[in-house]
């Protein structure tokens, strides 16, 4: 069974950090570009960060350039999103999915809450 299982999420006040997993299994997920997007309330999901197979290529929003780091560790099947610099507006529930700037898949885990708050 596919799954991907994002975690990390939690309570961080403006300016800080944390760092989000996302564990994939059922898939060879070393073989598919990986991705994270975001979804707030009454809104869509929306693509955060995006990594190429081996890593080498990132592509980020405008919104969080600079700020968040994505990266994948293909031997455990983890991707990463490092967010450092928080803001208010990255308050989010977070969800991975394979593909580079679209989602390849129509399956959505539970996703990991972010809270940004004083």
């Known amino acids: 069974q596919v799954q991907l299982v994002e975690s990390g999420g939690g309570l961080v006040q403006p300016g800080g950090s944390l760092t989000l997993s996302c564990a994939a299994s059922?898939?060879?997920?070393?073989?598919?570009?990986a991705s994270w997007y975001r979804q707030v309330p009454g809104e869509g999901r929306k693509l955060v960060a995006a990594?190429?197979?081996?890593?080498?290529?990132?592509k980020y929003a405008d919104s969080v350039k600079g700020r968040f780091t994505i990266s994948r560790d293909n031997a455990k099947n983890i991707l990463y999103l490092q967010m450092n610099s928080l803001k208010r507006e990255d308050t989010a529930v977070y969800y991975c999915?394979?593909?580079?700037?679209?989602?390849?898949?129509?399956?959505w885990g539970q996703g990991t809450q972010v809270t940004v708050s004083s």
């Open positions: 059922g898939f060879p997920f070393s073989d598919y570009a």
């Open positions: 990594i190429t197979q081996s890593g080498v290529t990132k």
């Open positions: 999915n394979i593909g580079f700037l679209t989602p390849m898949w129509g399956y």
